[in-house]
């Protein structure tokens, strides 16, 4: 174990040099659709950022066509052996992650997006630089608002990671006060480790300036999402409908599903699938985000959805309902309206009518969505965020190996203090 522990003291960094980062998931960091594509573009913020240096580990496996066929042909085989082959990749990517980790030693502090069920398999975690463990759910929320099964493995991997990482960042207010009270137990001592830190554009290229955006003869609506019912596809399509019947000329543009037994009809225009890797599919999406008035969103349950930040870099006002993260991401009256979960089509048609009564209240919102994505709902800005988180917790590592190092005589008081992290945005 000597050689882990000389490992450990190599990490100390310097001030003003570069931050030499592990970025750890088992999830694919080079695919744009992987996760929604969070995890891809997260890594291309810390790429384009100048104060780290970003190692892909266990990048040989990411990129092995052998393993994306494996998971192909258990994906066709079924759900269940899809669940097996990723539970035996998953020990097999912990193995080798930890193992490259051990023998690197330059790294600063590691990056771990979505992997708990790596972090969780590691055996010599306390031997590595600092982990910093990104997420934007706890397990009993995709357990009540997926009806997804959690199992007490999958439990017990959770509290594992969180004991072991230095941090764990959560995508909104929302969930990291959730995860206090989910893990109290393994918390209670140790509610400093919780961050907040909102994610950013799941797109490749953001316009670069947006002028408020300004009304015209059609009102276009936009719903994006994967599950129409859970979504609240149904109340988008319904405020449609209500909608024309007071006279308002508009259309709605479904991207992401194909819901059933929709109505035939030209103002309804359905997208089922647009692939971000595919430069067709992505300059199709530019186009309907650029004319579009409104993402409705009447979602039933979700933690913090990309759909948001990418209608805000066009200008795009959001309106959906207040449940999950959704209020970290939505200033209510500045780049959006957040509804009632209870409220209903006649409610959403309400607030869209009140909404367009005049350019210049429609304009407010516009120009207040692209500000919020501007300043808080952009990858540069969590990259930044994470950068001081990062260098936090780097000085506390050096500090505490100091401090080891020099404990202080009985009876004497040492005089080294730390400061906590100050971002209002970042820290609960």
């Known amino acids: 174990m000597e050689a882990k522990l000389d490992h450990k003291k190599n990490n100390i960094n310097n001030s003003g040099t570069t931050l030499k980062i592990g970025f750890l998931t088992p999830h694919n960091p080079f695919d744009r659709n992987s996760f929604s594509g969070t995890i891809y573009y997260m890594r291309m913020a810390m790429c384009d950022n100048p104060n780290f240096d970003v190692r892909v580990i266990a990048k040989g496996l990411h990129c092995s066509l052998l393993i994306k066929r494996l998971f192909s042909m258990s994906n066709r085989l079924g759900p269940y052996a899809y669940r097996i082959a990723y539970s035996i990749y998953t020990r097999f990517f912990a193995s080798w992650s930890e193992l490259e980790l051990i023998r690197k030693n330059d790294i600063d502090v590691?990056?771990?997006?979505?992997?708990?069920?790596?972090?969780?398999?590691?055996?010599?975690?306390?031997?590595?630089?600092?982990?910093?463990?990104?997420?934007?759910?706890?397990?009993?929320?995709?357990?009540?608002?997926?009806?997804?099964?959690?199992?007490?493995?999958?439990?017990?991997?959770?509290?594992?990671?969180?004991?072991?990482?230095?941090?764990?960042?959560?995508?909104?207010?929302?969930?990291?006060?959730?995860?206090?009270?989910?893990?109290?137990?393994?918390?209670?001592?140790?509610?400093?480790?919780?961050?907040?830190?909102?994610?950013?554009?799941?797109?490749?290229?953001?316009?670069?300036?947006?002028?408020?955006?300004?009304?015209?003869?059609?009102?276009?609506?936009?719903?994006?999402?994967?599950?129409?019912?859970?979504?609240?596809?149904?109340?988008?399509?319904?405020?449609?409908?209500?909608?024309?019947?007071?006279?308002?000329?508009?259309?709605?543009?479904?991207?992401?599903?194909?819901?059933?037994?929709?109505?035939?009809?030209?103002?309804?225009?359905?997208?089922?699938?647009?692939?971000?890797?595919?430069?067709?599919?992505r300059d199709r999406f530019h186009e309907i985000q650029t004319r579009s008035h409104f993402l409705i969103l009447p979602t039933r349950g979700d933690c913090t959805p990309m759909v948001i930040a990418e209608a805000n870099a066009f200008g795009t006002p959001v309106i959906c309902s207040d449940v999950g993260g959704i209020s970290s991401l939505v200033d209510d009256g500045v780049n959006g309206k957040l509804m009632k979960l209870d409220d209903g089509a006649n409610q959403y048609a309400d607030t869209i009518i009140n909404l367009t009564q005049n350019e210049d209240i429609y304009a407010h919102y516009s120009q207040g969505a692209r500000k919020v994505f501007e300043t808080k709902l952009n990858w540069q800005a969590w990259s930044e965020s994470f950068l001081e988180l990062a260098n936090h917790h780097l000085h506390q590592s050096e500090l505490n190996e100091f401090q080891s190092d020099n404990k202080a005589p009985t009876g004497e008081t040492s005089t080294l203090l730390t400061n906590p992290l100050e971002t209002t945005e970042s820290v609960i």
Not at 178 to 199: C, G, M, W, Y
Request: positive net charge.
């Open 110 to 281: 590691i990056i771990a997006p979505i992997a708990s069920s790596t972090l969780s398999c590691f055996k010599y975690a306390e031997y590595l630089p600092p982990i910093i463990f990104i997420t934007d759910a706890t397990p009993g929320f995709i357990e009540e608002t997926y009806n997804e099964h959690i199992t007490k493995q999958a439990l017990r991997a959770e509290h594992t990671t969180l004991r072991t990482c230095k941090s764990v960042v959560y995508s909104s207010r929302f969930m990291a006060e959730r995860a206090l009270k989910e893990f109290s137990n393994t918390l209670k001592h140790d509610e400093s480790k919780v961050a907040v830190i909102p994610f950013g554009l799941n797109i490749d290229t953001a316009p670069t300036f947006v002028k408020p955006k300004r009304l015209t003869s059609k009102l276009e609506l936009l719903f994006i999402g994967k599950f129409w019912q859970r979504k609240g596809g149904d109340i988008a399509l319904e405020t449609l409908i209500k909608l024309r019947e007071r006279g308002i000329n508009c259309r709605l543009t479904i991207i992401g599903c194909s819901p059933p037994n929709l109505p035939q009809s030209e103002d309804i225009v359905i997208h089922s699938y647009l692939d971000k890797n595919n430069a067709h599919d």
